[in-house]
């Protein structure tokens, strides 16, 4: 299920966002001033994961960690990790863990120095959604705001039938994280849950190399890693 990986690395290159201060003086409020409707939405809180690089030691000789190039995944009693891979170019695709009934697919992407892609990305994963003829909801949960979402099917006996997913966004210095859950917890979460502990347990590489803005991080399959064709995807 696990094979070998590498230490963590710390990326030297990434550097705190700066934050412009504002310099007209604020005005006092009057009664004819009416309120800033909130738009924006507070971002996740990632003081219990997922990581950075910078932010983690993996032990050199603790075989519970696989590396898989874009991120390192803890591994524990009852997970199995699958590796897809593109069946023309072989090339990896995503990071799949399974267990207890759901799976969940991981895939890490460039971001910019400022936090802020995962709202970037919401509204179109909503239009494409909507494109197909599923349902989506936005909903506030355990890993912020997430995408609950249900696609029409078509079985392999031809009835047709709804799957349902849940996606989360989380954003890192330079690095988004998407996670799709299915199976069980594609339709409910569960913080105590094996792969939302697994997803939390997460530390992403983002690397020194330059990368554009939402160009998906480079996933490597380790030696003993299972290789799968690609999970059908909801958009």
């Known amino acids: 299920m696990f094979g070998r990986r590498k230490k963590a690395q710390g990326d030297a290159a990434a550097e705190s966002a700066e934050v412009s201060e504002a310099t007209a003086q604020p005005q006092e409020p009057t009664s004819e001033t009416p309120e800033e409707p909130e738009t924006a939405v507070p971002a996740y809180d990632r003081s219990s994961g997922p ?7 993996v032990p050199e000789d603790d075989p519970t960690y696989v590396d898989v190039g874009a991120m390192i995944v803890h591994g524990r009693v009852g997970l199995d990790i699958q590796i897809p891979t593109d069946p023309e170019s072989g090339v990896a695709t995503s990071v799949v863990a399974m267990g207890e009934g759901s ?10 120095r400022h936090a802020g892609l995962w709202d970037e990305i919401r509204p179109e994963i909503v239009a494409e959604v909507e494109r197909v003829g599923g349902k989506v909801e936005e909903v506030d949960s355990s890993f912020g705001r997430e ?26 210095p330079r690095w988004l994280l998407r996670a799709t859950f299915m199976g069980t917890l594609g339709e409910t979460s569960d ?21 554009p803005p939402r160009e998906q991080i480079p996933v490597v399959v380790p030696a003993g890693a299972v290789r799968a064709e690609s999970p059908t995807r909801e958009a």
């Open 51 to 57: 990581w950075d690089a910078s932010e983690r030691e």
């Open 103 to 112: 799976a969940v697919e991981l895939r890490a992407f460039a971001a910019p």
């Open 147 to 172: 995408l609950r979402v249900e696609v029409p099917v078509q079985a392999p006996d031809g009835r047709q039938g709804v799957q349902a997913s849940r996606i989360i966004g989380v954003d890192g």
């Open 191 to 211: 913080p105590d849950s094996l792969l939302e502990q697994t997803v939390r347990d997460l530390i992403i590489v983002r690397g020194d190399v330059p990368m």
